[in-house]
Antibody, heavy 120, light 110 residues
């Protein structure tokens, strides 16, 4: 059973950088697939942020690309998200998920999400 | 910029059939966009219902089905139940590693 768990700060200040981590269990990241981040502002819809392969290859939402970094640590079965220059508009529930980008292109397994609030 | 469109809201009577759609502001949706569908109830994680246009995820009841109707992807719920009242999101793959979610449809069962 593939499980994902997000972790990181719940409150960050405007202009600062958000760092989140997703720990994967039940499946080794090095076995394949892409691993992605999705966010959802309160009361709004889902937005794909970006995805990473265990090889380090990445794809990003063009609207966020300039502020986003995604990295992977296959030895820890973990991948991470950084978002710079935060504003209140980045307040959202952040989900990590397994992205079946080499096959069916969907998100097959999701973490429970973590709410991040950007506020001074 | 390509936008994925969904009906903002829809309602269906218990036991009824409803079809939600997923389109593009520019162009037609085909199987090449690998449409997938997600169900989300308030405060919960999205649940994958359909992938690759019409394949049901494990454990999803067969009253949920996916297809291409005209120039859009479609999610049909046959015999709607009260606990189908949720938000539904489609996801399209635009190519070159880029995926886009639709704005979501709020389904009411009443």
């Amino acid at each position: 059973q593939v499980q994902l768990q997000e972790s990181g700060p719940r409150l960050v200040r405007p202009s600062e950088t958000l760092s989140l981590t997703c720990d994967v269990s039940g499946f080794a990241i090095s076995f394949g697939f892409y691993w992605g981040w999705i966010r959802q502002p309160p009361g709004k819809g889902l937005e794909w942020i970006g995805s990473i392969h265990h090889s380090g290859k990445t794809y990003f939402n063009p609207s966020l690309k300039s502020r986003v970094t995604i990295s992977v640590d296959t030895s820890m079965d973990r991948f991470s998200l950084k978002v710079t220059s935060l504003t209140a508009a980045d307040t959202a529930v952040y989900y990590c998920a397994r992205h079946e980008l080499t096959g069916s292109k969907d998100f097959g397994y999701w973490g429970r999400g973590t709410l991040v609030t950007v506020s001074s | 910029q390509t936008v994925v469109t969904q009906e903002p809201s829809f309602s269906v009577s218990p036991g009824g059939t409803v079809t939600l759609t997923c389109g593009l502001t520019s162009g037609s949706v085909s199987t090449n966009y690998y449409p997938s569908w997600y169900q989300q109830t308030p405060g919960q994680t999205p649940r994958t219902l359909i992938y690759s246009t019409s394949s049901r995820s494990s454990g999803v009841p067969d009253r949920f089905s996916g297809s291409i109707l005209g120039n859009k992807a479609a999610l049909t719920i046959t015999g709607a139940q009260a606990d189908d009242e949720s938000d539904y999101y489609c996801l399209l793959y635009l190519g070159s590693g880029i995926s886009v979610f639709g704005g979501g449809t709020k389904l009411t069962v009443l």
